[in-house]
């Protein structure tokens, strides 16, 4: 699996200070990494320049030896899968048909091949919505609508993935589920990077936390490491406590 | 198992193609002046000249201009990803109108014919999209405020042209005032023959673009990671969208509502899969006015309506519901 590596990484929109300052971190597969911080921290570009959508001001990001911006597109999109945090919410398509859109990088014919359509039914299998495939898409909820943007990152079957909020809309059940495909993703070698607010189960899930404030990488580590209570007061400005459970699980807890 | 969507797709075609065929072999032989099928048939005078350099040319520019309008009404509905998005209602139409006015206001003689109002037409139609796009880019603006901006340049279009329509001398100004009616006349074969290239052209580009809009309905971003350069899409939807309302628009003058009836009504009948949309816009299209054109010159025979006027007739009321159904 080729190695990604953020290099003095800096971001900046046109005429405004820098949202990423000098970010430096790297990550290779098999891993589940995730990017926490307070809102406005950066996660969300970072995210977009890892994904080769936005060019640095300075620095790099790097896949193998190649700045991911400079990369051909398609290229890039067979080795990153990106899920934005917001798609349209009426787009008329169905489930199968924007699951196959993950599919582009494979082959930009007209029509999708049928290796195109066997992916389809493995991504459909593995977040568990084959019996969803023939819904329009404008008619789930928004965490279903999650599960099948997850399903379209699963079928373009790229080794790295960027989740961009996934479980911002989920029921617990399905939180917990979208956790466990993130692991069994991790199990066949994927590296998956996800921006979450829930503390708690990234801390739970996650081989790593990447912590932004204020667009600079406050801490990385294991989540024990990263999560520190301390650290987290500074940043998040309310007290956090972990706790330890009599079969030995640990929990990150929040507030006064 | 997930259906092959080439089947439904071919299928639809094929009975798309056969129903515009049919109404563009039909309908030539429809007209306000009887016409005397034996003689038609036996390739005599008048009726066999009347058919074949007046009727028939007629109905394939008619064809010609209703896939080509209807073709970018549905191009610029898939990246601006608005069903109100039309060459009219982007300001293309009447700054195509504007540049061909110029051209006939401005032109000497013989020099108005159709090259150089072609070439004002297209510099208008381009100028205008190019602006409109520009501002989508740098402006971030949404597409409801690109269509607004889209309305302010096409009334800014209309009062140049009414500037140009007074300044111009009486034989201009009557040339200008029957063109900006937006008719179907006979035109030469060397002149259908360039409209058909220009069309095929803008077709074929189109139809290679269909699955890149089929993922651009989930937004820019979502595109962007499946491996789409969106801006390039973009610009290169415009400009084509552009080229054939520009090519049309210098031959038969504005013909509104087109881009916006056609594909509107295929994507509630068919679906918003534009791999079956796309080229069933272009055939159903043109059947569309081709219908509006043959109606234009039969209801109120020997009188001819201009075909603008039918279609806007048509497409005002349907705008209307369109609005109220949103």
Redesign the interface.
């Known amino acids: 699996m080729t190695p990604l590596a953020l290099e003095a990484l800096q971001f900046a929109y046109p005429g405004q200070p820098p949202v990423l300052h000098g970010i430096d971190a790297a990550a290779a597969a098999p891993a589940v990494i995730g990017i926490v911080g307070p809102n406005g921290a950066g996660k969300s570009t970072l995210l977009d320049l890892i994904a080769g959508q936005r060019s640095p001001t300075a620095g790099q990001c790097t896949l193998g030896s190649q700045p991911v911006h400079r990369m051909p597109r398609e290229l890039l999109c067979r080795q990153i899968a990106h899920v934005p945090q917001l798609v349209p919410a009426d787009v008329p398509l169905t489930v199968e048909q924007v699951v196959l859109t993950g599919r582009l990088p494979h082959g930009s014919g007209l029509f999708e091949s049928e290796a195109d359509y066997a992916a389809m039914e493995q991504a459909l299998l593995r977040t568990r919505l084959t019996a969803f495939r023939g819904r329009p898409f404008a008619a789930l909820s928004g965490g279903e609508k999650q599960r099948v943007l997850l399903a379209a990152a699963v079928c373009q079957a790229a080794p790295i993935l960027l989740l961009d909020e996934p479980s911002a809309h989920l029921d617990p059940e399905n939180e917990a589920a979208m956790w466990e495909l993130f692991g069994e993703l991790k199990q066949t070698g994927h590296l998956v990077l996800v921006v979450t607010h829930h503390l708690a189960l990234a801390a739970q899930h996650c081989d790593r936390i990447w912590l932004l404030n204020h667009g600079r990488l406050a801490a990385d580590g294991s989540p024990c490491e990263a999560l520190e209570p301390a650290r987290l007061e500074q940043v998040f400005r309310v007290p956090f406590h972990w706790h330890q459970n009599p079969e030995g699980r640990v929990f990150l807890t929040y507030g006064h | 198992?997930?259906t092959?969507?080439?089947r439904p797709i071919t299928a639809r075609l094929a009975v798309a193609a056969a129903a515009a065929l049919a109404v563009t072999v039909l309908t030539p032989f429809l007209g306000g002046s009887g016409m005397d099928y034996g003689k038609l048939w036996r390739g005599e005078s008048p009726d066999w000249e009347i058919f074949l350099n007046l009727r028939v040319p007629r109905t394939l520019l008619a064809f010609l201009a209703g896939a080509a309008l209807s073709l970018a009404g549905a191009l610029y509905q898939a990246v601006l990803?608005e069903a109100l998005a039309t060459p009219s209602s982007l300001g293309v139409t009447s700054a195509a109108a504007l540049g061909a006015v110029a051209a006939i206001a401005l032109g000497s003689g013989e020099e108005t014919g159709f090259p150089l109002v072609w070439i004002a037409a297209l510099a208008g139609a381009g100028l205008v999209i190019a602006l409109v796009a520009a501002l989508g880019r740098i402006q971030r603006f949404s597409s409801f405020t690109l269509l607004l901006t889209g309305i302010a340049l096409s009334g800014i279009s209309t009062a140049l042209i009414l500037l140009l329509h007074s300044l111009a001398g009486i034989t201009r100004s009557f040339q200008i005032a029957h063109w900006l009616m937006g008719g179907i006349d006979a035109v030469s074969y060397p002149v259908l023959a360039a409209l058909a290239a220009a069309v095929a052209l803008g077709a074929v580009w189109s139809?290679?673009q269909?699955?890149?809009l089929?993922?651009l309905?989930?937004?820019e971003?979502?595109a962007?990671?499946?491996?789409?350069?969106h801006r390039r899409l973009n610009w290169h939807s415009f400009a084509v969208g552009a080229w054939l309302v520009g090519t049309v628009t210098a031959i038969t003058g504005p013909i509104g509502f087109v881009g916006l009836i056609v594909p509107h009504l295929l994507?509630r009948l068919c679906?918003?899969?534009y791999?079956l949309l796309l080229p069933l816009s272009l055939l159903a299209g043109g059947a569309f006015l081709v219908l509006c054109d043959t109606l234009s010159r039969t209801v109120l025979a020997p009188v001819e309506i201009p075909v603008g006027v039918t279609t806007a007739l048509l497409g005002g009321p349907f705008f209307v519901w369109l609005l109220w159904s949103r």
Do not use: K
Not at chain 2, 224 to 229: E, L
């Open positions: 198992m997930a092959d969507p080439r990803r139809f290679r269909a699955r890149l089929n993922v309905m989930l937004g971003a979502w962007a990671g499946r491996g789409i350069d994507r679906g918003p899969d791999r």
